[in-house]
């Protein structure tokens, strides 16, 4: 069955470090995959969208990486802030224009 | 929230009874999608619709009906309320050839005892 799994559900880091979020699936061949934001009582917004034939793709201190062979997406906020601290959500493409989506990882950057 | 409201923002009510969430949008989007968020789980697609009148199950859709009379309400029921179905609930919407994103609610908090 298809799975979508975010390497962890808790991530501490300091101000000013990069944090790296590991997105991995598998029995999925994904035309594209998208890394949202959620705060605490609010729906996810979106970030980035990277499609299969991209390796990278950046946005101000996001960098997200695509591996379609290690099935895996790379999602790295860099000098991070303490605004930074949220949970990260990937989400993969299905048919007819419907999204998977990974568990998330919660990010908090201590200042 | 990208012109998308919920309502109601937050509801309890009892195991049997009958729920209707409303989602309403001004971006008149073609397609909008009923999700369950619960922890561990992620967000969980319930149903989703394509165009007015036309609408289809996601994974986790027992329990749950919807209806889209027009292009911007989008109504998920629950037939009769079960305490399993105490969840946030998240409205979402997209328009196919716009980037492949997906707006979502600000989400609504419903509790069954």
């Known amino acids: 069955s298809q799975k979508i799994e975010q390497n962890s559900e808790a991530l501490n880091i300091q101000e000013g470090k990069t944090a790296t979020l590991t997105c991995n699936y598998t029995?999925?061949?994904?035309?594209?995959l998208q890394w949202y934001r959620q705060d605490p009582g609010r729906g996810p917004v979106f970030l980035l969208l990277i499609r299969e034939n991209e390796k990278e793709k950046r946005k101000e201190r996001l960098k997200v990486t695509f591996d379609t062979t290690l099935k895996q997406s790379l999602f790295h906020i860099t000098a991070s802030q303490p605004a930074d601290s949220a949970t990260y959500l990937c989400?993969?493409?299905?048919?007819?224009?419907?999204?998977?989506f990974g568990a998330g990882t919660t990010v908090t950057v201590r200042a | 929230d990208a012109g998308i409201t919920q309502s109601p923002r937050h509801k309890v009510t009892e195991t049997g009874t009958p729920v209707t969430l409303r989602c309403h949008q001004t971006e008149n989007h073609r397609y909008m999608y009923w999700y369950r968020q619960d922890p561990g789980h992620g967000l969980r697609l319930i149903h989703y619709?394509?165009?007015?009148?036309?609408?289809d199950k996601g994974e986790v859709s027992d329990g749950y009906s919807v209806s889209r009379s027009k292009t911007e309400d989008f109504l998920l029921t629950l037939e009769s309320a079960t305490s399993s179905q105490t969840s946030v609930y998240f409205c979402?919407?997209?328009?196919?050839?716009?980037?492949?994103?997906?707006?979502f609610g600000p989400g609504t908090r419903l509790t069954v005892l």
């Open positions: 619709s394509y165009g007015v009148k036309d609408t």
């Open positions: 029995n999925y061949s994904p035309a594209y």
């Open positions: 989400a993969l493409d299905r048919d007819d224009y419907k999204l998977s």
């Open positions: 979402a919407i997209s328009e196919p050839g716009r980037g492949d994103t997906q707006y």
